[in-house]
C-alpha cells in the first residue's frame, strides 16, 4: 500500500475575495473551478485539477486529502482502519470532492481532523507540458509555486494520531519533539513522512481541530527571498522569515533532507526548540508557536 503525496487541503476563509487575489496574484496559484462559494487552484508544476480548496466561511482546515497508487489501497486503509477504532470511517463517492475519485474519509476524533484517501483525480496537465517541457514556464509572475508540499495540524491527542498515520497509512516518524530524553518523554510534535519528502504531515499537541499551516514547495534559498520580495511588494504581512529550521533543515519552505525508511529519527528535546524552529537567532517567536486557525 503507497500514500503518493498529500494531494489537497480544503480550508475556510472570512474573505473568498481577497483569498482569490492572493491565491491567484502573489502567490500565484492557477484557479480552475469557482462554484458554491469555493475556489479551486493548482501549482504550476501539478497535473491533477487542484491542490487547493477554498471555501467561504469561518477559518481553519476542513479536511486533507492523500493520493494512493492503486485503487486497492483504499481496501487496504479501510479495513485498518476499521481495526485501528478509535476513528469514524466511511467511503466516499466519486463526485463527492469535485474531480476526485471514489476513496475513503477518516475523522479521528483524538485532534479532531479529517482525512480522505483517494486513487485518482482529473488531470488537467503541467503548465510546461510533458513533451519536451522548459524547465518553468516563461509567464510565471509573483512567488510561481510549483506545488502543495505538506501541513502542520494541532491537536491533543497527537499519540494516537501518530500510530494511526503509522498502523494504518503506512508513514514513518522522520523527526520528533519530545520534553526530554527520559524513558518516558512526553511528545511535543511528530514529523511523518510517506515516501522521500522530509514531511508531508506534522502533528503538534495543542487544541483540537486547528491548523498551524499548509506550505507549498518552493525551488531553493533564492526562491525563498523572491518570495519574500513579493510578500513585502503585496503587503502581505510576513510572520517569520525568510529562515531556517532546524528541524527538518527546510528553509521555510525549500529544501530539507531526503528521508528514508531506515534513516535514524531525529529528536529534539524542549530546552533546545528555539534552534530547532529558529535555527540562525535561536530565539522563539511567540506568534509561531501561539497563532493558529
Not at 481495526?83 to 475513503?104: I, L
Not at 531506515?262 to 517567536?285: C, M, N, S
Amino acid at each position: 500500500m503507497t500514500i503518493l503525496r498529500m494531494g489537497y487541503v480544503q480550508a475556510r476563509v472570512t474573505d473568498l475575495g481577497k483569498a482569490r487575489d492572493h491565491d491567484a496574484i502573489t502567490l500565484p496559484l492557477y484557479p480552475t473551478a469557482e462554484e458554491d462559494g469555493e475556489l479551486y487552484f493548482k501549482g504550476w508544476d501539478e497535473w491533477d485539477h487542484h491542490s487547493l480548496v477554498l471555501e467561504q466561511g469561518g477559518v481553519g482546515a476542513v479536511k486533507f486529502g492523500f493520493k494512493v497508487e492503486k485503487v486497492a489501497d483504499l481496501d487496504g486503509i479501510e479495513a485498518r482502519a476499521q481495526a485501528f477504532g478509535d476513528c469514524t470511517v466511511t467511503r466516499m463517492s466519486a463526485g463527492e470532492n469535485r474531480e476526485v475519485s471514489d476513496g475513503v474519509r477518516v475523522h479521528l476524533p483524538c485532534i479532531d481532523h479529517t482525512f480522505e484517501f483517494y486513487h485518482s483525480m482529473t488531470a488537467v496537465g503541467l503548465e510546461v507540458g510533458t513533451h519536451n517541457p522548459d524547465a518553468f514556464p516563461r509567464h510565471l509572475v509573483g512567488i510561481g509555486a510549483p506545488m502543495l508540499d505538506h501541513a502542520l495540524v494541532i491537536g491533543e491527542d497527537i499519540d494516537t494520531a501518530a500510530r494511526f498515520f503509522m498502523e494504518v497509512t503506512n508513514f514513518y516518524t522522520t523527526e520528533r519533539a519530545q520534553t526530554d530524553l527520559s524513558d518516558n518523554p512526553t511528545t511535543i510534535a511528530y514529523w511523518l513522512s510517506s515516501m522521500q519528502k522530509v514531511h508531508d504531515i506534522a502533528l503538534l499537541r495543542g487544541q483540537n481541530g486547528k491548523l498551524h499551516h499548509f506550505a507549498f514547495q518552493t525551488r531553493d534559498w533564492n526562491d525563498i527571498l523572491h518570495a519574500a520580495d513579493i510578500f513585502a511588494m503585496d503587503d502581505v504581512p510576513i510572520d517569520v522569515g525568510p529562515t531556517r529550521h532546524g528541524i527538518t533543515r527546510g528553509e521555510t519552505f525549500a529544501g530539507g533532507y531526503t528521508s528514508y525508511r531506515d534513516r535514524p529519527t531525529v529528536i529534539w528535546t524542549a530546552d533546545q526548540l528555539a534552534k530547532g524552529i529558529f535555527y540562525h537567532a535561536r530565539e522563539i517567536k511567540e506568534s509561531f508557536t501561539t497563532v493558529y486557525t
